[in-house]
Every structure is written in C-alpha cells, then in structure tokens.
C-alpha cells in the first residue's frame, strides 16, 4: 500500500498545485473538507485512479468505501486490484 | 398528441426528478404525467414533429437518472413535528383574498400581511442567525456577469435555468425599427418573430441565480485576513424552472437571504454547523414542521449521478424541509452548503497560502412565508405564541 499511498501523494501534490511547505497536507487530511480538492478535482482523480490501476470506480464504491484521504484511497485501490 | 415512456429502467426515487427535466425536454410540451403503478411517464403535446422527437428526449433524460443508479446516501440530521393547525390551499386562500396576485405561474405580487411577513421573516434571520456571527452586510446588483457564472460552472451544471438579459443594440436604425414594429403591430405581441441577432448583442449579463456568486466575485483576487469572513446580503434570485413553476413554491423571482462563509477549513465547517444549530432553534422556537436532511441540486448533466452522488456523500448539501398539509409533501425553504474550495479556486480568493474554502447558508424568503402559511393558515390567533409575540414587536418598530 506503501507505493500506491506515495504515487497518489504526488499525484495529488502536482495535479492540484499543493504548496510543499503546506504543513496540513498529510495522508491522512480529509482531502475535501480541508480544500485541496473540489468536485470537479475529485471526479478528475477517480478517472485518474481508474485509468493508472486498471480498475472501475463504480458509485456503490464510492458510498461503501471511505474515498476521504490519501490513505483511504490508495487502501481502497489495493482492496479492489486484488477483488 | 400524446406519448408513453417506459420508467422500467428508473428507481421510483427518481421519478420526480424525470418530471422535472422533462419539462425541459421539448417546447411544445402541454402536460407530464407520471404513472407510477404503470412505471410510465405520460407526455401530452403539440409538437409538429410527433412523437418521435419527444420519446427520444425524455428516453435520454430516463437515462441520465438510471445510470449507476443504485440509491443515494440518505441521512435526516433532525426533525421537529409543528401542530400544524391549518390544511386548507393556501394558494387559493391567498388568491381568493386578494393577498396574492399571479402574474403567471412562478411570479407573483404579494401584498399585506404576506408582504409584511416576508420582511419579517428575513429580520429575523438576520437577529436569530446571521448576527451570530461577525457578520458583515453587502448589497448585490439583481443581475450578474456571465463571466462570473461560467466560473461558478453555472453554464455547465444548470444551464437551463439561466435566464439571460440582453438589450436592443446600440444602432439607431435598430433602435428606431424596433419601436416602430411595435407601433406598427399595435403593441407587444408576444407570438410576433423578433430577430434576436439583428436587434440584440449576445447577453452579456444573466439574472442572479444565487445570491452567494456575488460574494465570491467582491472578493476576486484577494487575500482574507484572520481566519476568514462571514458576509451577509439578500437580493433578488431567479430561475427559469419551465412548467415546473405550477408546483408549490417554484417560483421564476424570488428573495433570498444568504448568510456566506469565507475562509479556512475549520473556520468554515464550524461556522456551518454552528448554523445548523441555530436553524434547529429557530424551527422550533416557530413550532414549524420541518427536517433538516442531506440533499443534492438539480445538476442538468449527462454526469448527474456523479456530481449528485458525490455531494451526498460528501454531505455538501443540508436542506430544511418544511411540510405542506394539504398536499402531504414537503418544499426546501433552507439550505446549509459546503463548496470545499471550488469558488476559492475558480475567484482566486486565498487565507495564507492557500485557496479559501466556502460555505452558505440560504433563506429562501417567499418559500418560508408559503410554508408557514400553508401549517397555520392567515387567521394570527392560530399562529405559535412566540412567532406572534416576535411579529407584533416587529410590527410595531417597523413602517
């Protein structure tokens, strides 16, 4: 989970322009509630998620499986690429 | 004419949304009809190409609804049960009374006590919510660039309830030809061609959907000091909802109240729930029946499960439902909503170094008063003690 939890921390930091001095982002930050991605970024990182690891992102996903964090996320990646 | 679609492929939780951009579907529409022991939808008509055009429209909008529709996250965050004393037709009581008058469906002139009642209430949320907080007042023009909505993504996510505000060009001879068409037809026909390239520039405003875009658009560019800002302004919205302006509260003009936080995340968050409480209070302390419960817009996409589901999720959108006794259901009067930084980003509004987040509160004015009236009717003796005690002293300072 190491290696995904670190793709997507870049991922995130590059694609949603994050200060590196930005002491509030961390993996564990509630990506939403504390601003660093909107409505239209999340729906960018679910296609960004689904074409990088191969898997489908459905809305029953998105209501079962905490999608909040860094960490959530790439938890949820590993659960599905190994379902 | 008439024309029969099949609901087979949608959620019976879907239907009202179906009806509604049905609506939208084709001009010559004259009626819809859901069925929902037949799971059909029944669209009367006058369209000069048939059916064929219309079942394909409405098949595409059913499409839009079902897909991946699988049931949206629900959550009621509290309920207050009123005595509701009153369950006659408001709207034909205030008709009948002369306290209302219809323009046409969706615009209305209203007069004493609804009028009075609408200043009243907005009072109110002024003393009982927004002066809770540090609290500054501003003052929005009725309409709004369209170079603002398009950073909202209006255009996008609403675009059929953008009514648009144009004028006759700045050219003498359009000027002039136009008035003299008018002269010549005998006044304004509404029927009558008008060439709207030749006479008018491509709008360059919209009317003011939402009060709250002004705020974000005050504050373009700007870096907030502290933690952020809580603005408070009301003006005048409007929406073009097609024939969904017959249904209880739907109206083309209307009055709301926005209580708008700018600022740090937690900052804004603890705003927005300290406004949920004082919502609460107020419901009942009014004795309204009402719940507060997670809810999404109306987002006119191909993506709106997407968007819809997300802010369900995500619990973006709280609305206050107050209950209509005589027709069983419920309208929005209030909405509590968290944009995370979608307008901090789209305004460049920042707090340190980061893009501000944003949150609203909302007062629709007309709807509150609509709603009251619908659970107490106009007799005042039937009004809850302290609704009456409050209105009395506001009647007696105000002119």
């Known amino acids: 989970m190491e290696a995904i939890a670190q793709q997507l921390e870049e991922h995130i930091r590059a694609q949603y322009e994050i200060d590196p001095d930005d002491d509030e982002f961390t993996r564990d930050v509630h990506l ?22 191969g898997i489908q992102v459905t809305n029953q996903d998105l209501m079962l499986y905490p999608l909040n964090t860094v960490n959530e996320i790439a938890t949820f990646i590993e659960t599905k690429k190994a379902g | 004419m008439e024309c029969i679609v099949s609901l087979g492929q949608l959620a019976p939780s879907q239907y009202g949304q179906l009806k509604y951009a049905a609506a939208f579907a084709d001009e010559h529409i004259d009626e819809i009809v859901i069925d929902e022991e037949a799971q059909t939808i029944r669209i009367v008509h006058h369209s000069p190409d048939g059916n064929a055009k219309i079942e394909e429209r409405v098949q595409r909008l059913a499409e839009r609804f079902s897909k991946g529709d699988f049931g949206f996250k629900e959550q009621v965050l509290f309920e207050n049960a009123g005595p509701k004393p009153y369950s006659g037709d408001i709207i034909a009581e205030l008709v009948d009374n002369k306290t209302m008058k219809v323009l046409e469906p969706g615009l209305f002139i209203f007069r004493e006590p609804f009028s009075s009642l609408m200043r009243f209430m907005d009072y109110m949320f002024v003393n009982k919510v927004a002066r809770a907080f540090d609290v500054k007042e501003e003052s929005y023009p009725a309409v709004i660039h369209c170079d603002t909505l398009n950073k909202t993504n209006h255009f996008t996510s609403f675009p059929e309830h953008i009514h648009f505000l144009t004028h006759l060009r700045e050219d003498l001879d359009v000027i002039e030809g136009f008035s003299q068409s008018i002269r010549e037809a005998g006044g304004w026909q509404q029927e009558a061609p008008l060439s709207l390239d030749e006479t008018m520039p491509k709008p360059k405003f919209a009317m003011n959907p939402s009060t709250c875009y002004h705020c974000y658009e005050g504050l373009q560019d700007e870096t907030l000091e502290g933690d952020g800002l809580v603005v408070t302004a009301i003006s005048k919205c409007h929406r073009f909802e097609s024939r969904n302006h017959t249904d209880f509260g739907r109206m083309l003009d209307f009055s709301m109240r926005e209580i708008i936080f700018v600022g740090k995340p937690d900052f804004v968050k603890e705003n927005r729930l300290k406004s949920i409480e004082l919502l609460k209070q107020l419901a009942e302390e009014w004795e309204v029946d009402s719940r507060l419960e997670i809810a999404n817009d ?3 996409t191909n993506d709106f499960q997407v968007k819809a589901s997300f802010q369900r999720n995500q619990e973006m959108k709280y609305e206050l439902r107050l209950t209509i006794p005589y027709l ?11 944009h995370s930084n979608t307008f901090g980003n789209a305004f460049n509004i920042k707090v340190g170094k980061r893009s501000a ?21 106009l007799d005042e003796a039937a009004w809850p003690e302290r609704f009456r005690e409050q209105y009395a002293a506001w009647l007696d300072k105000s002119i």
Do not use: M
């Not at chain 1, 509630?33 to 296609?47: H, K, N, R, V």
């Not at chain 2, 069983?328 to 968290?338: E, R």
């Not at chain 2, 609203?360 to 659970?375: D, K, M, P, T």
């Open chain 2, 328 to 338: 069983d259901k419920s309208i929005a009067c209030s909405s509590v909503n968290f």
């Open chain 2, 298 to 300: 109306p987002f006119f």
């Open chain 2, 357 to 377: 987040v944003t949150g609203c509160v909302g007062f629709g004015i007309e709807r509150w008063v609509f709603a009251f009236l619908s659970q107490y009717g």
């Open chain 1, 32 to 53: 939403f509630d504390y601003g660093f991605i909107d409505s239209l970024g999340a729906t960018a990182l679910i296609a960004h998620i689904e074409k990088t690891y």
